[in-house]
């Protein structure tokens, strides 16, 4: 069973703190890569998709380190309102090399408080 | 508007009745999918469908069954067999499998 492992937190930071998470996964031929953000009782809404040179976008950053494959996401200055579930995705590859379906994580649980 | 859009959002059924959810996306993506969300769990691949007339199951297609007879339509039948089907499903498109996938709203099915 190809598998996409979170902490599930929560992560009770404060406003303005700088909070990462990590994400491992397990199947090496994984190809794509994505953060997903899910709040309570709301469909999962893609956040960024996450490339091999990594990506920023505004206060969140994305990193892909294949070789220990996992994959971080930095939320720098916390808002209130980032207080939510973050899905890591991963794209299962098969043994016959066909991209396969995502593999959602479980997610982890942030919360910032005032 | 184009968008994903799952009916309806709330459901309540008695056990043993057989209940379709709707989903209709009008995005011109080829993938589809239904996932099953359980309270703080992640999500869990019911069935998908890559093109129209073709579908596979997923982790857990115990109990469901669907059908792909338009590319814009995908709907999920929850049978009787389903021993728990009290959950929150999820319908999601993609231009291809392993592509991004965009979500519905999701609906909400209660089994009293």
């Known amino acids: 069973r190809k598998e996409v492992e979170q902490d599930p937190g929560p992560f009770n930071v404060p406003e303005g703190a700088t909070v990462a998470f990590n994400c491992t996964y397990s199947n090496s031929a994984s190809q794509s890569f994505f953060w997903y953000r899910q709040d309570c009782r709301k469909e999962p809404k893609l956040l960024m998709s996450v490339y091999s040179s990594g990506n920023e976008d505004g206060r969140f950053t994305a990193q892909l380190n294949r070789a220990s494959q996992y994959i971080s996401l930095l939320i720098r200055d916390s808002k209130l309102s980032d207080s939510a579930t973050y899905l890591c995705v991963v794209n299962n590859i098969d043994y016959g090399g066909s991209q396969g379906n995502l593999i959602f994580g479980k997610g982890t649980k942030l919360s910032v408080k005032p | 508007d184009g968008g994903i859009t799952q009916s309806p959002k709330y459901l309540f059924r008695k056990e043993g009745q057989n209940v379709t959810l709707s989903c209709e996306q009008n995005l011109n993506h080829d993938a589809m999918y239904w996932y099953r969300q359980d309270p703080g769990q992640g999500l869990r691949l019911i069935y998908y469908?890559?093109?129209?007339?073709?579908?596979q199951k997923g982790d857990i297609a115990e109990g469901y069954s669907v059908s792909r007879e338009k590319k814009e339509s995908f709907p999920l039948t929850v049978t009787s067999a389903q021993k728990n089907p009290t959950a929150f499903y999820l319908c999601a498109s993609s231009i291809y499998a392993a592509d991004t996938q965009y979500f519905g709203p999701g609906t909400r099915l209660t089994v009293l």
């Open positions: 469908s890559q093109i129209v007339n073709d579908f």
